[in-house]
């Protein structure tokens, strides 16, 4: 990226709350090594760091777990070559994630104030490997790379003992009480080393392990053998050297480093020249923030976080990261999470089901909303994205005037083309002027993603992959939606609700009943609908409820109050053409044949009437003769009456 572009992006940033990082500045320098040594207190902890004669350029470092005292040979190479080593006492912490919280915020004081690079070397030795990876597998991208020393891998191993291991029942105890895990629970626990790799390896990252052959502790079958089928499986980068010469010392857990110079150079290559990837926050405005979502998290220590949104939110990945964040970042908070993602559903879908699929599941304190992919896809113009993104915020401030909402644009190939060509994409634009409208926080992860790739720090192709992001592009949201989340805001009180953006908002869309219709001609009710074609469904549209037609002539009756009507129907392969009046007035015809249906039963929601006059109406429906000549039939099938009171 040209500096003068960058230097654009930036003065684009609107302002933001600083991110708290605590940490009490009580300095005091020393000698480690004939190197200078700064020590302080850091969130009533022990912390320090220890300069270079000269620094690189960038202020490359090391950062030390537990044992930092431990093999430092390597330490003094790199200091002496222009990098700094840190180091922060989470020890008999076993990398529980109140450990990994503290370790956030000592990254971000380092890389913050004290201006380190934004990407660590990692360094682990023992019982250490499991607060490496366990920070490094929820900061991917901010490491660059790993050397771990006897590693522990698994606690089940140690302190556990449970395989071959010699164990140490103590602090297996004093792991299980800190987990607060059953004997049974302990050894059915995952957020160990050798799980979740997935976003390490997406990036790359470099895995270098130190082993003893004969490691009666940290046994190399147990721990790292496993740990690297894994991550290899996964792509990821990693290479094993067994220390084979010198005394092997307590079990063979302790071995002497035969050329401490060689991993010198491996953390020298994979850190220097110092990476400076895009910083998150000029792609975050937060408006009013998400202070009263945060004060009841922390006051009622409750909380019900949902998520709206379409495949990219159904699938795991980024909402599962941010579920999981949001856990231990308010560890004291019992939380429920709403989980309404539904493939290919877009904004309007979203308005008309938020009261059946968000707010009949519980009150929420957050909401996350997402719909520009869809929206783009689906055909929804600008008039009903606005109509349905504002029918939304209007039906969650109402139900909970004090509810935090993130609203996000995720990113696509068309959304990258129109930036090329230097146009902000409709979708985009539509999603941070509703929520500019109403305060709520909004996220660019299309600019985001299209400004990074092309800084150069990965691909669409091989990297991020498809609009239904890699993993890779999974930790690109979370990471982004992290750094939002730790940004600290004052609690703003009942929101006041503005005037809607558009008169004929979908503020009060829902769901009616089937049975609501009336004079079926042709349509039965079908009370578990399945396809007779087994082409792909969507959870949600197949087993269900709903009005079946497939043969032309057949219509409907549906009398109902409100100011907009539509379907929601399934459109497969044999998708036929509707004719429809509203009121006796006004005959349309409309396909409901999609570029989809030759390959799915696809949910489809048409708004068939969305300007009415507030009161009572009748829709009249009836299905034509006519047909797209792609469709092999006639077929209509309704799974939902759609009404925007």
């Not at 740990?227 to 050297?241: D, E, I, M, T």
Request: hydrophobic share 40%.
């Amino acid at each position: 990226m040209k500096t003068t572009r960058f230097a654009l992006l930036l003065l684009a940033v609107f302002a933001w709350p600083a991110t708290h990082i605590s940490a009490q500045i009580t300095e005091k320098t020393t000698s480690w090594k004939g190197f200078e040594k700064v020590e302080f207190t850091f969130q009533d902890r022990n912390a320090w760091f220890v300069k270079p004669p000269k620094a690189i350029p960038g202020n490359p470092w090391v950062w030390r777990a537990h044992f930092p005292t431990w093999h430092t040979d390597m330490d003094s190479i790199l200091l002496t070559r222009g990098f700094h080593v840190a180091y922060v006492n989470t020890n008999d912490m076993f990398a529980h994630p109140k450990a990994m919280q503290v370790w956030d915020d000592f990254y971000d004081y380092l890389v913050k104030e004290r201006h380190f690079a934004p990407k660590v070397a990692l360094e682990g030795v023992s019982r250490g490997g499991l607060y490496v990876y366990g920070w490094a597998k929820r900061n991917p991208d901010k490491v660059s790379c790993i050397y771990a020393e006897a590693p522990v891998a698994d606690p089940k191993s140690w302190p556990g003992g449970k395989g071959k291991g010699k164990g140490s029942p103590k602090d297996w105890e004093a792991w299980k009480k800190l987990f607060n895990l059953t004997e049974e629970q302990a050894v059915n626990f995952t957020d160990i080393p050798l799980n979740d790799l997935a976003g390490l390896a997406a990036f790359k990252v470099p895995i270098v392990h130190i082993v003893g052959l004969k490691d009666e502790h940290a046994p190399v079958a147990e721990n790292t053998d496993l740990l690297v089928k894994n991550y290899l499986a996964l792509g990821g980068p990693v290479s094993v050297y067994p220390m084979t010469r010198g005394e092997q010392t307590l079990e063979g857990h302790h071995f002497p480093i035969e050329h401490p110079e060689f991993f010198a150079n491996f953390i020298e290559q994979n850190s220097v020249p110092v990476q400076k990837p895009l910083p998150h926050t000029p792609y975050i405005t937060w408006n009013k923030g998400l202070g009263n979502a945060f004060d009841q998290f922390r006051t009622a220590k409750k909380g019900t976080v949902a998520f709206l949104g379409g495949s990219i939110t159904h699938n795991p990945g980024w909402r599962d990261k941010t579920a999981r964040y949001l856990q231990e970042h308010f560890p004291d908070t019992e939380f429920t999470f709403i989980a309404a993602g539904i493939p290919s559903l877009g904004s309007t879908p979203h308005s008309m089901r938020f009261g059946r699929d968000v707010l009949a599941k519980g009150m929420p304190d957050l909401l996350f909303v997402e719909a520009a992919v869809n929206d783009r896809g689906n055909g929804f113009s600008e008039k009903a994205q606005i109509r349905a993104l504002d029918g939304i915020l209007r039906q969650m401030y109402t139900a909970n005037p004090k509810a935090g909402v993130v609203m996000m644009a995720f990113a696509e190939p068309k959304k990258n083309d129109d930036y090329e060509a230097g146009k902000e994409p409709v979708e985009v634009g539509v999603h941070e002027r509703v929520a500019k409208h109403y305060g709520a926080v909004y996220i660019n992860l299309a600019k985001e993603v299209y400004d990074r790739i092309k800084a150069g720090e990965f691909s669409w192709k091989y990297d991020f992959k498809d609009l239904h992001p890699s993993p890779y592009g999974q930790e690109v949201y979370a990471q982004t939606i992290k750094e939002m989340l730790k940004t600290e805001s004052a609690a703003t009180g009942a929101i006041k609700l503005p005037a809607p953006m558009d008169r004929f908002t979908y503020d009060k869309g829902s769901y009616h009943q089937l049975e609501e219709a009336k004079n079926l001609k042709g349509f039965t009710l079908d009370p578990d609908w399945k396809p007779k074609v087994k082409f792909s469904t969507r959870e949600g549209f197949v087993n269900v409820p709903m009005l079946v037609s497939e043969a032309a002539g057949s219509s409907l009756d549906f009398e109902f109050k409100g100011r907009g009507v539509g379907i929601a129907i399934i459109s497969g392969p044999d998708a036929g053409k509707i004719t429809y009046t509203i009121d006796g007035k006004n005959p349309k015809t409309l396909d409901t044949y999609t570029p989809w249906s030759n390959q799915l039963h696809l949910p489809w929601y048409l708004m068939l009437a969305d300007e009415l006059p507030a009161g009572k109406h009748k829709l009249h429906l009836t299905v034509s003769v006519e047909k797209n000549e792609k469709s092999e039939g006639n077929a209509l099938r309704v799974v939902h009456l759609l009404v925007n009171e």
